[in-house]
């Protein structure tokens, strides 16, 4: 299947400070991408979805300007956790589909990024 | 909007039993309905999906089935193992206000003792 890579995997980080988390589609090009965000033993949240040249879509409740997304090319979307909060350590996930594929519904997962603010 | 409800939320069974995961949702327009097994620190993974107009669909010891009138889902694991022990997360294909994406259930911890 297609392989979605996370960038970093592990991060730990002061309180104010912004962190970038890189998502790419190593061997396909994505026009959507998608950001989620789990909390411990809890489900997958969508935050935004990330459309290739445009502005991202941001889920109710989701502040645009804390969580800026950036999908500058079909094979890579960033998410940057401006002004971190100790609140805003989670699991982050991306996700993006193959429209190429047969199965055009399937969304593949990156690997996760674990962000603690300290 | 879509809203998935997963049940149960913990599963235990011993090692060759079936394990059964139910789902509901409420968005009759929805059409997709993957499964994922997530195991701890890492990405979901697809184990099965289903379309909605397919009734079942099986892949070895997995099989997924679909009600679309009552607008419910079932995973069915047969014969498990202790390598099946995970956290297992329904969803649908529905309508977020950030776009078309998939909404997950809640997850059920599947655990199989040997």
């Known amino acids: 299947g297609a392989v979605v890579s996370q960038h970093p995997s592990r991060v730990i980080c002061k309180s104010g400070t912004s962190v970038k988390i890189e998502c790419r589609s190593l061997?396909?090009?994505?026009?959507?991408m998608f950001w989620y965000r789990q909390f411990p033993k809890k489900s997958l949240m969508l935050m935004a979805t990330?459309?290739?040249?445009?502005?991202?879509?941001?889920e109710q409740g989701v502040e645009k300007d804390k969580f800026l997304i950036n999908h500058a090319s079909l094979t890579l979307s960033t998410l940057t956790v401006t002004s971190a909060h100790p609140e805003d350590s989670s699991f982050y996930i991306c996700?993006?589909?193959?429209?190429?594929?047969?199965?055009?519904?399937?969304?593949?997962f990156g690997p996760g990024t674990r962000l603690t603010v300290l | 909007g879509e809203n998935v409800e997963q049940h149960p939320s913990t599963l235990s069974v011993q090692e060759g039993d079936s394990a059964v995961i139910k789902c509901t949702y409420s968005?009759?327009?929805?059409?997709?309905f993957p499964w994922y097994k997530q195991e701890l620190g890492k990405r979901p993974q697809l184990i099965i999906d289903?379309?909605?107009?397919?009734g079942e669909k099986k892949d070895q010891r997995i099989a997924v089935t679909l009600n679309k009138t009552a607008k419910h889902f079932s995973l069915h694991i047969t014969e498990t193992q202790p390598e099946d022990s995970a956290v297992y997360f329904c969803?649908?294909?529905?309508?977020?206000?950030?776009?078309?994406?998939?909404?997950f259930g809640k997850g059920t911890t599947l655990s199989v003792s040997s």
């Open positions: 996700s993006a589909r193959d429209q190429a594929s047969g199965n055009y519904n399937e969304q593949f």
């Open positions: 061997d396909f090009q994505a026009t959507t």
């Open positions: 990330s459309n290739e040249g445009s502005k991202a879509t941001y």
């Open positions: 968005d009759s327009a929805s059409n997709y």
């Open positions: 289903i379309r909605s107009n397919v």
């Open positions: 969803a649908a294909e529905g309508q977020w206000q950030a776009g078309t994406a998939l909404i």
